[in-house]
């Protein structure tokens, strides 16, 4: 990833023009605004959004023209001084592509959103394949390289500014570096004839793509990414895709927030040297279960150093370490907090407000046992 600090960085992409020190969004705006905007609130500089990660929990990015007013009802109080400065758009990076660059990632991204996206909104592709909670719908019409095209950029974005921590391996970054630089052109039909003529090697990986439908509420909008290290996975808003590498691995179960392995046609979803793109839509109420999922795994892994500081205590007080149903009483509490602010869950998933949930856990046994409790 090149850094502003090194002198003429160059651009991730062609690794021969000066990158531009204007931001570049790692995926595009269009794309994941509902995720990310405040209530009420489409342009830029309006952002109101969280990263929910296990490493960062819930970190916080608001706009430079969001309200005042809308930072202190998300967080639940005015930000810190140290959180003023850390307050960095993670979607934006600076010296990331050139100006070409930039624009030729733009025209892929216009045809998939005026082509796909849309009409995957008004469900008009037709449905190939049907069981619960899931519709298989063929993309017909589409160039299905243009959209490949544009699903790799978005995974080379994302592992070129390492964002939230996702790691790629090097060879499987620099392949996608390489499709993506030999195909792209800024007039999208040049960049369709070049593509034809590479048509095996860009139809070589194996991809599943997940259509979730969202809504205006953001609580029910995420953007996350993990590592395996196979397959890459993503949920970019209502978009999600998982990435392979390794065509065997396209059978085996790493699907611990998508729970695909319940649908039995999900070998229908994979999309290897095949025409037209395939697209999972997935029933709301399997949308929100894998949203729960995430937020239960993200939730878990920050309870673990604020359960280990309680278990201590808990033990000198009670004798014996408490077990494993302490800490699910206390999941379990947070996820159920009543009146989630419109803002968004993630106003609520921030590690002082896990460790408040914990600490009255515990002040609720001390007081059930008899032990007084200071400054009660």
Known sequence: MNHPSEENPKCGLCLCKDASSIGSHI????LVKNAINAIGETKRDKELMFQLSP??????FFGRNLSVSKIEIALGRPMTEEERELNINPLVREYL????CEARIERVESYFMNNVYVRLHAGSFP???SEPDLDVVSCDG???KLVRLYFYSLAWRAAETNYDDFEMKKRHKEHLRKILNE???KDITLTARKAATNEKLINGLNLKILFLTTTDNATENVINLGYFPEPYFFILNDISFQLFFKPKKVTEHYYWQWGLCKFK???ALVNFRTEPIKIGIVSDSFRKAILTNLYHRVMNDLLNPCFEAISIGYQKIFGTKPDITLKKEILDEFMNVQGVPKEGIGALMTTERLMLIGATKIASLLKAAGIPILNE
């Open 142 to 144: 589409i160039d299905e």
């Open 27 to 30: 995926f595009n705006l269009s």
């Open 55 to 60: 490493s960062h929990g819930a970190k916080p």
């Open 183 to 185: 195909n792209l052109d």
């Open 127 to 129: 449905v190939i394949l």
């Open 265 to 267: 046609r999900v070998a």
């Open 97 to 100: 592509l050139c100006a070409d």
